[in-house]
T-cell receptor, first 110, second 125 residues
């Protein structure tokens, strides 16, 4: 089961916006609105940032937003802050009742 | 707030079976709104989903690991467990347990909302 496709790295300056893409297939990302995004700082457990493509859990900043078009989901972070520097992973529920994770994207805040 | 805690030996010999337990606190493992999952992360690499179990014992596994994985649940102890057989150095990773929310009210959802802190398992002789 191969990973969903994410860019290995993205970067942006404080205050800017960045977008991370997550590409799958019609059997996962494109077929269901069960895409979620996780933030992971070094040495820490992942933290849920977005679920159901575009919903934010309580306590997550509204600077984080999600969307989907076809087989590609996206995470956008606006008003970049130094604390946003982390690795971000997408995941999708699939047609075979399994989960696929993306390979992860390292966000650097310049 | 729900808490999950992994426990198990930090070192496993090649060809042996890795065994881990996840203890769930401040929440019941018998709720029909959740699955219980294992996820791992090799050093410096990304996350890999291993599998999940429902409180009734139904399981789904990553096809790439399916022949070696067994996830079970112990409702009396509010725990679920992972066994991974015939381990090699490639199985060295931080292993996380996580809760999967599958229902919000009557609406299906599928995401990992609570995670354990993770435990490093090294496969080495």
């Amino acid at each position: 089961q191969s990973a969903l496709t994410q860019p290995a790295s993205v970067s942006g300056s404080p205050g800017q916006s960045i977008t991370i893409s997550c590409t799958g297939t019609s059997s996962d990302v494109g077929g269901y609105n069960y895409v979620s995004w996780y933030q992971q700082h070094p040495g820490k457990a992942p933290k849920l940032m977005i679920y159901d493509v575009n919903k934010r859990p309580s306590g997550v900043s509204n600077r984080f937003s999600g969307s989907k078009s076809g087989n590609t989901a996206s995470l956008t972070i606006s008003g970049l802050q130094a604390e946003d520097e982390a690795c971000y992973y997408c995941t999708s529920y699939t047609s075979t009742s399994t989960f696929r994770f993306g390979g992860g994207t390292k966000l650097t805040v310049l | 707030q729900v808490q999950l805690q992994e426990s198990g030996p930090g070192l496993v010999k090649p060809s042996q079976t890795l065994s881990l337990t996840c203890t769930v606190s401040n929440g019941s493992i018998t709720s029909g709104h959740y699955y219980w999952s294992w996820i791992r992360q090799p050093p410096g690499e990304g996350l890999e989903w291993i599998g999940y179990i429902s409180y009734s014992g139904g399981t789904y596994y990553n096809p790439s690991l399916k022949s070696r994985v067994l996830i079970s649940v112990d409702m009396s102890k509010n725990q679920f467990s992972l066994k991974l057989s015939s381990v090699t150095a490639a199985d060295t990773a931080v292993y996380y347990c996580a809760r999967v929310e599958i229902l919000t009210g009557h609406k299906p959802v599928y995401y990992f909302d609570y995670w354990g802190q993770g435990t490093l398992i090294t496969v080495s002789s």
